[in-house]
């Protein structure tokens, strides 16, 4: 008898729907909300509400491509947290009334590990321990994985996530929002060395971006008070120099965690790992120390349900089940 999983994601500005069958995703189904584009950012009592609009039309989406019946699922999967509190909570809602409605059981999904998870979705699969760097608008971590659920986070931020530092540096030279993707683009044609940004000394695994932050907002007004057309005339190159500061960072961090813990299994996963520069970065390096890398698909980078939807497979497997009376968390640590 197959397994059937109907997972379901809204910790953000993202709905979205997934079917699994027997370890296989068989839809992946987002509706993005482009409302938060006017104001620069998410807006979460407008996210909540566009959750409300999107859900039932995305989860019938992606069970009309998976081709199967509300009636044959064996499992809702959702993401409990972390996210905002008022779009978790119409997933959270959803995913609890259609359980009890079918009479299936339900599993909560941290958001955080579903993303490390994504990487078990296609083959090849990364093998028992490796690290994982979690990096997202929200989120940066270092993360050793001994097991499908058994994480332990060894880095983190201590301030701003790299997703942050790539919008707000976006925000700062003029770019729409999400400015992140925007900045990989426009990298990919400038020169990375053009200018210089401090690297923050943080012992450890962790990371720091705020000062980086605080240091190319301080650039770019000392260099536009001088030429006003300044981000205009340089705007390749701006990118490339914050995006090369951002990814030696990272890769730093990484570098030195599978050098101290010994282990030669390394992945990326999070909306950040979609970019080029980082992807390329973690390549080189794995040549270098004869790595086996694991990069997620770009559609699986981002948030999706594919994720929560595997996750809940192997929730399933282990029948670690949630009752009706579980909430949703804004802050859910690994």
């Known amino acids: 008898m197959s397994k059937i999983i109907l997972g379901i994601e809204s910790s953000c500005d993202e709905t979205a729907a997934s079917v699994c069958i027997d370890g296989k995703i068989a839809s992946n189904v987002i509706a993005s909300q482009e409302v938060h584009q006017q104001y620069g950012g998410v807006v979460p009592e407008l996210a909540s509400r566009a959750h409300q609009q999107n859900i039932v039309p995305v989860v019938h989406q992606a069970l009309q491509d998976a081709k199967i019946h509300k009636n044959d699922l064996n499992l809702i999967a959702f993401t409990k947290g972390p996210g905002l509190l008022g779009a978790l909570l119409v997933g959270v809602s959803f995913a609890k009334a259609l359980a009890l409605g079918l009479n299936i059981p339900l599993a909560s999904v941290n958001h955080m590990q579903a993303h490390i998870l994504a990487h078990f979705i296609d083959a090849p699969h990364p093998k028992f321990p490796f690290i994982c760097l979690t990096?997202?608008?929200?989120?940066?971590?270092?993360?050793?994985?001994k097991d499908y659920f058994d994480m332990v986070v060894i880095g983190e931020t201590i301030d701003d996530a790299a997703g942050e530092a790539f919008d707000k540096t976006a925000k700062i030279i003029g770019l729409p929002y999400p400015g992140g993707p925007l900045i990989d683009k426009y990298a990919q044609e400038g020169n990375g060395s053009a200018f210089t940004f401090p690297k923050p000394n943080i012992d450890g695994y962790n990371f720091s971006f705020s000062g980086l932050k605080t240091s190319i907002l301080y650039f770019i007004r000392a260099q536009t008070a001088i030429n006003p057309n300044f981000v205009k005339e340089h705007l390749p190159d701006i990118c490339a120099s914050v995006q090369h500061r951002i990814v030696t960072i990272l890769s730093e961090k990484l570098e030195k965690a599978a050098k101290d813990y010994q282990i030669k299994h390394i992945a990326i996963a999070g909306g950040v790992s979609a970019n080029s520069g980082l992807r390329t970065a973690l390549e080189k390096l794995g040549k270098q120390h004869h790595w086996s890398i694991y990069i997620p698909k770009f559609e699986y980078c981002t948030?999706?349900?594919?994720?929560?939807?595997?996750?809940?497979y192997h929730k399933l497997l282990k029948h670690d089940f949630c009752s009706q009376q579980v909430s949703p968390l804004a802050r859910m640590p690994i």
């Open 135 to 145: 990096v997202s608008g929200g989120h940066t971590q270092i993360v050793l994985v």
């Open 303 to 312: 948030d999706n349900a594919a994720m929560i939807a595997i996750a809940g």
